[in-house]
Nanobody, 114 residues
Framework: VQLQASGGGLVQAGGSLRLSCAVS????????MAWYRQAPGQQRELVAT???????QYADSVKGRFTISRDNAQNTVHLQMNSLKPEDTAIYYC?????????WGQGTLVTVSS
């Protein structure tokens, strides 16, 4: 299974970005999908999850600012990021949850300037 994240870039604090993740497998069969991020020198952290029927959960640090969604027909997962902060700067990845993950791929870099 290949995971292709895209949509990152450089944005000023307070701005918005929309990330997309194209999955090479029917995501309805995968179940829960998630976005993760890894800031420089930090461990990868879970940002948001979405179940097959659209139930969502968020890390406290992004709650109220980020929205995760999925399109089961297009096998894509999205992350709408609003009110971005410099501390949101990281490489963002999508993947499943649980101990068995697919290859992480390159991710997409989000840089938020102050």
């Amino acid at each position: 299974v290949q995971l292709q994240a895209s949509g990152g870039g450089l944005v000023q604090a307070g701005g918005s970005l929309r990330l997309s993740c194209a999955v090479s497998k029917r995501i309805i069969s995968i179940g829960v999908m998630a976005w993760y991020r890894q800031a420089p020198g930090q461990q990868r952290e879970l940002v948001a999850t979405v179940t097959a029927v659209g139930n969502t959960q968020y890390a406290d640090s992004v709650k109220g600012r980020f929205t995760i969604s999925r399109d089961n027909a297009q096998n894509t997962v999205h992350l709408q990021m609003n009110s971005l902060k410099p501390e949101d700067t990281a490489i963002y990845y999508c993947n499943t949850i649980g101990p068995r993950k697919y290859d992480w791929g390159q991710g997409t870099l989000v840089t938020v300037s102050s």
